[in-house]
């Protein structure tokens, strides 16, 4: 079956430091590559996507890329603000299946 | 009002109550979801809906009951739940199109249920 596996949490930086949670899969299929973020007291928000291998994702600073050789799809920014402290998923859906398989998900704490 | 959005954002309930959740899509969308998010597990998928027929049943127990009268509502009524069932409740809603591995799907801010 489909499995999402996410580095342990929290992940504790200073502000401006440089971002990297890594994320492999497991899937039968070619599947789409999901992050999702979760702040506080809220639902989750699609960071960025990427559906097919060599595909780049990139929205408010962040990046991924999507590597089939490796199964992996690191999240990655440059320089972190305080404002991205919360909770990141990684999830993948599979060809042909409308569901959505998430990672145990990887708290940030950004501090100033 | 735009997007997905969940009533009530918290809910706190006895094993004998019956209760529902509501969650309505405001971006033309077809297909809706319910997931479970449990503080030490990871978001698990419920139920899918697409143009309101239910098409996953993620092996939920019978407790809980999804209803989709439309496109655009999703409930989830409850009845003699468990305190192993507090959870946040997630409803997410996504555009259907031929490749399902490309929809895109939009998550709601979640109903905090608390089972007593």
């Known amino acids: 079956g489909n499995s999402v596996t996410q580095m342990e949490g929290p992940v504790t930086l200073s502000e401006e430091a440089f971002l990297t949670i890594n994320c492999t899969y497991t899937?039968?299929?070619?599947?789409?590559l999901f992050w999702y973020v979760q702040y506080p007291g809220e639902g989750l928000q699609l960071l960025l996507k990427?559906?097919?291998?060599?595909d780049k994702g990139s929205n408010k600073g962040f990046e991924a890329t999507y590597r089939k050789e490796t199964t992996s799809f690191h999240l990655e920014k440059g320089s972190v603000q305080v404002s991205d402290s919360a909770v990141y998923f990684c999830?993948?859906?599979?060809?042909?299946?409308?569901?959505?398989?998430f990672g145990s998900g990887t708290r940030l704490q950004v501090q100033p | 009002e735009t997007g997905v959005t969940q009533t009530p954002r918290h809910l706190v309930m006895g094993m004998t109550n019956k209760k529902s959740l509501k969650c309505e899509q405001h971006?033309?969308?077809?297909?809706m979801y319910w997931y479970k998010q449990s503080a030490k597990k990871p978001l698990e998928l419920m139920f899918v809906?697409?143009?309101?027929?239910?098409?996953e049943n993620n092996s939920v127990p019978s407790r809980f009951s999804p209803e989709c009268p439309n496109s655009s509502h999703l409930f989830l009524h409850l009845h003699t739940l468990q305190p192993e069932d507090s959870a946040l409740y997630l409803c997410?809603?996504?555009?259907?199109?031929?490749?399902?591995?490309?929809?895109?799907?939009?998550f709601g801010p979640g109903t905090r249920l608390t089972v007593l």
């Open positions: 990427a559906t097919k291998a060599d």
């Open positions: 999830a993948l859906m599979d060809t042909g299946r409308r569901a959505l398989t």
């Open positions: 997410a809603s996504s555009r259907t199109s031929g490749d399902t591995s490309t929809d895109t799907q939009y």
């Open positions: 899937a039968t299929g070619y599947p789409s």
């Open positions: 809906y697409n143009f309101k027929e239910q098409t």
């Open positions: 971006l033309g969308h077809n297909a």
